[in-house]
């Protein structure tokens, strides 16, 4: 017989294979069963099986240790029980179980009541779908059927055994026969004689039935052993054999260690099954899975539906027939968990105290995932990806920029053209009427050239739109600002050019001698040029680049352009206002020379709407993050640009296009 701990060893596979990780485990009061089940907990931990509960139970089964053992099953959440016992105990266990009227266990058998066919008889409704390891099964051992039944009444006086079962069979009394009592509830004496025509063949006996040949194919097997082991001992040759000095057992007079010796190292095939021994003298186990079926009379029929060699490599000792199997409910087998699995998405955090099949699913940290069942930990995403809505994998981050292809970017993209288009239209229209009064009036080549600068700075913000890039970036600051200091320059000189007008018509002025085209050039491209310096100094110290931003949204890249520095951007912005506030302020003081002269006090209004933009965009600019911070930019270049265009050439336009009479010398000299 193999080692009992192979078959704690397969019944461990066996619940792991079917996903049984919460079971009950008891057995009787016994040796046998305190290290099986000692083993079985061991072995069972390496494939996450967990005891919901161990009982032992007492040899004689008293109502009050069937209470104790059944008030556990009832009361535990694991309906699957392993029961290391035999069929006796089985027997009292399920009379009671019956009395109860306890119903849905999934019985799974040692190998000592496995194949107890007198149980499948009598509680078969409670038996159905159990499953069991078996010693391995002869198809038939010659000889054995017609040895059995042979027995005939002149024979068994041979032996007080047969007798006995002789008349328990027939329920007959032999002459002659030393039994005085009876197993049944008869009186022995009352019985009739026996017949003497009494055939074991027309009877059913447990003694003649060979459908079942397992004990009875291991003694077959022994038999052989002990004949081969003394064959080989008779071959021995003195001088060559395997004991001290080569010494060799003598046949007719040995030691019963030397016999052992031969038998571990026989090998023979018994019925076409080989036979052998491990190191450790154990013959290599092999067990048939049985699963107890009911038939539609109502009887059970054990089926094999798999096996476990323990020769085999681990992955696959154990081999099971699914689709064959018959379990409790008809349909399919129990789940019993302590916990249910984790699904992907989750880990599993263990309860303190508590076995490690009980755990609760927790959900993986935000940026982590988990994509099998019941993960233990949870693996964080890459930079660049991040998990989907159920945590189960890593996917591409979303990119975000402003570009073409937005709703917001093509808007922007719309009005900067068409803000371009008209500061280049009403530079055709001044062109074109440039030698009329009012266009002439209004130094003409300054108006030029801030109509070309407002253009560039509608275009610039063409510059913000689309994937940031390290060379984009260090021309978007710069062209902003320049673009700007430009604008504002130009304003400044026409400003002064106002102021100088006024105090050249003054007596003994000579005010514009001082400060004509030449020096108006030359101060818009002065005020400009340090703008210019400013940005060289940014660029060659920190520049502008482009910067993946995950700290914003994490499941965002946001691609952007940072400043590098940041007191190079603020400079670049504060020289812009230091230009419109010198602006503002020369305005202001000319705003009450003749309105039909004066275009001071527009250009007071277009600095106010300045103003008002840009102090607006600072806080709005700070607050936003992602393509929204592009997109205040932006709005801000086009605000403040459409506020010098309209303040500034609407008024003129008006009258050239609309009120032609009004473009006249008369009518701009007028006080």
Same mark, same amino acid.
Request: hydrophobic letters at 45%; charged letters at 15%.
């Given at each position: 017989?193999?080692?009992?701990?192979?078959?704690? $060893?397969?019944?461990?596979?066996?619940?792991? =294979?079917?996903?049984?990780?919460?079971?009950?485990?008891?057995?009787?009061?016994?040796?046998?069963?305190?290290?099986?089940?000692?083993?079985?907990?061991?072995?069972?931990?390496?494939?996450?099986?967990?005891?919901?509960?161990?009982?032992?139970?007492?040899?004689?089964?008293?109502?009050?240790?069937?209470?104790? %053992?059944?008030?556990?099953?009832?009361?535990?959440?694991?309906?699957?029980?392993?029961?290391?016992?035999?069929?006796?105990?089985?027997?009292?266990?399920?009379?009671?179980?019956?009395?109860?009227?306890?119903?849905?266990?999934?019985?799974?058998?040692?190998?000592?009541?496995?194949?107890?066919?007198?149980?499948?008889?009598?509680?078969?409704?409670?038996?159905?779908?159990?499953?069991?390891?078996?010693?391995?099964?002869?198809?038939?051992?010659?000889?054995?059927?017609?040895?059995?039944?042979?027995?005939?009444?002149?024979?068994?006086?041979?032996?007080?055994? #047969?007798?006995?079962?002789?008349?328990?069979?027939? *329920?007959?009394?032999?002459?002659? /026969?030393?039994?005085?009592?009876?197993?049944?509830?008869?009186?022995?004496?009352?019985?009739?004689?026996?017949?003497?025509?009494?055939?074991? *063949?027309?009877?059913?006996?447990?003694?003649?039935?060979?459908?079942?040949? $397992?004990?009875?194919?291991?003694?077959?097997?022994?038999?052989?052993?002990?004949?081969?082991?003394?064959?080989?001992?008779?071959?021995?040759?003195?001088?060559?054999?395997?004991?001290?000095?080569?010494?060799?057992?003598?046949?007719?007079?040995?030691?019963?260690?030397?016999?052992?010796?031969?038998?571990?190292?026989?090998?023979?095939?018994?019925?076409?099954?080989?036979?052998?021994?491990?190191?450790?003298?154990?013959?290599?186990?092999? =067990?048939?899975?049985?699963?107890?079926?009911?038939?539609?009379?109502?009887?059970?029929?054990?089926?094999?539906?798999?096996? =476990?060699?323990?020769?085999?490599?681990?992955?696959?000792?154990?081999?099971?027939?699914?689709?064959?199997?018959?379990?409790?409910?008809?349909?399919?087998?129990?789940?019993? @968990?302590?916990?249910?699995?984790?699904?992907?998405?989750?880990?599993?955090? $263990?309860?303190?105290?508590?076995?490690?099949?009980?755990?609760?699913?927790?959900?993986?940290?935000?940026?982590?995932?988990?994509?099998?069942?019941?993960?233990?930990?949870?693996?964080?995403?890459?930079?660049?990806?991040?998990? *989907?809505?159920?945590?189960?994998?890593?996917?591409?981050?979303?990119?975000?920029?402003?570009?073409?292809?937005?709703?917001?970017?093509?808007?922007?993209?719309?009005?900067?053209?068409?803000?371009?288009?008209?500061?280049?239209?009403?530079?055709?229209?001044?062109?074109?009427?440039?030698?009329?009064?009012?266009?002439?009036?209004?130094?003409?080549?300054?108006?030029?050239?801030?109509?070309? &600068? %407002?253009?560039?700075?509608? #275009?610039?913000?063409?510059?913000?739109?689309?994937?940031?890039?390290?060379?984009?970036?260090?021309?978007?600051?710069?062209?902003?600002?320049?673009?700007?200091?430009?604008?504002?320059?130009?304003?400044?000189?026409?400003?002064? @050019?106002?102021?100088?007008?006024?105090?050249?018509?003054?007596?003994?002025?000579?005010?514009?001698?001082?400060?004509?085209?030449?020096?108006?050039?030359?101060?818009?491209?002065?005020?400009?040029?340090?703008?210019?310096?400013?940005? #060289?100094?940014?660029?060659?110290?920190?520049?502008?680049?482009?910067?993946?931003?995950?700290? =914003?949204?994490?499941?965002?890249?946001?691609?952007?352009?940072?400043?590098?520095?940041?007191?190079?951007?603020?400079?670049?912005?504060?020289?812009?206002?230091?230009?419109?506030?010198?602006?503002?302020?020369?305005?202001?003081?000319?705003?009450?020379?003749?309105? *039909?002269?004066?275009?001071?006090?527009?250009?007071?209004? /277009?600095?106010?709407?300045? &103003?008002?933009?840009?102090?607006?965009?600072?806080?709005?600019?700070?607050?936003?993050?992602?393509?929204?911070?592009?997109?205040?930019?932006?709005?801000?270049?086009?605000?403040?640009?459409?506020?010098?265009?309209?303040?500034?050439?609407?008024?003129?336009?008006?009258?050239?296009?609309?009120?032609?009479?009004?473009?006249?010398?008369?009518?701009?000299?007028?006080?």
């Amino acid at each position: 017989m193999p080692s009992d701990a192979f078959q704690v $060893r397969a019944l461990a596979r066996l619940v792991s =294979y079917f996903g049984w990780t919460w079971v009950g485990v008891i057995g009787l009061e016994s040796d046998y069963a305190r290290f099986a089940i000692q083993l079985f907990l061991q072995e069972s931990e390496q494939y996450g099986v967990c005891a919901a509960y161990t009982h032992f139970y007492p040899v004689v089964l008293n109502q009050q240790a069937l209470d104790e %053992l059944l008030d556990v099953i009832q009361m535990a959440s694991s309906k699957v029980i392993i029961n290391f016992c035999s069929d006796s105990e089985m027997k009292g266990i399920l009379t009671e179980i019956r009395r109860r009227n306890i119903t849905g266990l999934q019985w799974i058998a040692s190998e000592a009541w496995a194949s107890a066919r007198l149980l499948a008889e009598n509680f078969g409704d409670l038996l159905t779908g159990t499953l069991g390891f078996a010693i391995q099964r002869a198809d038939v051992i010659p000889g054995l059927k017609q040895h059995l039944t042979s027995l005939r009444p002149s024979h068994i006086h041979e032996s007080a055994f #047969l007798a006995e079962y002789w008349e328990e069979l027939f *329920n007959c009394r032999l002459n002659g /026969s030393l039994n005085s009592h009876s197993h049944g509830g008869d009186n022995y004496q009352d019985r009739l004689p026996c017949k003497g025509t009494e055939d074991l *063949n027309d009877v059913y006996s447990p003694y003649a039935d060979v459908t079942q040949l $397992r004990v009875s194919y291991n003694v077959y097997k022994a038999v052989y052993l002990v004949a081969h082991a003394l064959q080989d001992m008779s071959k021995c040759i003195v001088g060559q054999g395997p004991f001290l000095n080569g010494t060799c057992a003598d046949p007719k007079e040995f030691k019963p260690w030397q016999l052992i010796y031969y038998m571990k190292h026989a090998n023979f095939s018994a019925l076409g099954a080989k036979v052998s021994f491990d190191e450790y003298g154990d013959p290599i186990a092999y =067990y048939d899975l049985l699963n107890w079926q009911s038939r539609p009379d109502g009887s059970l029929h054990l089926v094999k539906v798999g096996f =476990y060699d323990a020769s085999l490599p681990a992955e696959r000792s154990l081999v099971i027939n699914d689709s064959v199997i018959q379990w409790p409910d008809g349909k399919q087998g129990f789940r019993s @968990v302590c916990s249910e699995s984790c699904p992907p998405g989750s880990r599993i955090a $263990r309860r303190k105290g508590e076995p490690i099949c009980c755990f609760d699913c927790v959900a993986c940290a935000e940026g982590e995932v988990s994509n099998k069942t019941d993960s233990l930990e949870c693996t964080r995403c890459s930079e660049d990806t991040w998990p *989907n809505e159920n945590r189960e994998l890593c996917i591409p981050k979303t990119i975000e920029f402003l570009s073409y292809h937005d709703l917001m970017g093509i808007v922007l993209c719309v009005v900067s053209v068409l803000g371009a288009c008209m500061s280049l239209s009403i530079l055709a229209i001044f062109f074109t009427c440039k030698d009329t009064p009012l266009v002439r009036a209004n130094n003409m080549e300054l108006s030029f050239l801030l109509l070309v &600068f %407002l253009a560039v700075c509608f #275009l610039v913000g063409l510059l913000f739109i689309g994937e940031p890039s390290d060379w984009l970036c260090r021309i978007r600051y710069p062209a902003f600002g320049i673009s700007f200091a430009l604008c504002i320059s130009c304003l400044l000189a026409k400003t002064a @050019v106002v102021l100088m007008a006024f105090k050249s018509t003054l007596p003994g002025s000579n005010a514009m001698k001082w400060f004509g085209p030449s020096q108006q050039r030359t101060s818009t491209l002065l005020g400009t040029s340090i703008q210019v310096i400013i940005s #060289l100094i940014w660029l060659l110290t920190s520049p502008p680049h482009a910067n993946s931003n995950t700290n =914003y949204h994490s499941a965002t890249i946001i691609i952007e352009c940072v400043p590098g520095s940041e007191a190079g951007f603020w400079c670049v912005l504060g020289y812009i206002g230091i230009l419109a506030c010198m602006c503002f302020l020369m305005a202001f003081l000319a705003r009450r020379l003749p309105d *039909n002269f004066n275009e001071a006090k527009f250009i007071t209004f /277009s600095m106010l709407i300045f &103003f008002a933009v840009w102090i607006t965009f600072i806080p709005v600019y700070v607050s936003s993050a992602g393509k929204y911070t592009v997109a205040v930019h932006i709005f801000a270049i086009l605000a403040s640009a459409f506020g010098l265009l309209f303040c500034i050439f609407a008024p003129k336009c008006y009258v050239i296009i609309l009120k032609p009479e009004k473009n006249s010398k008369k009518n701009i000299m007028k006080r």
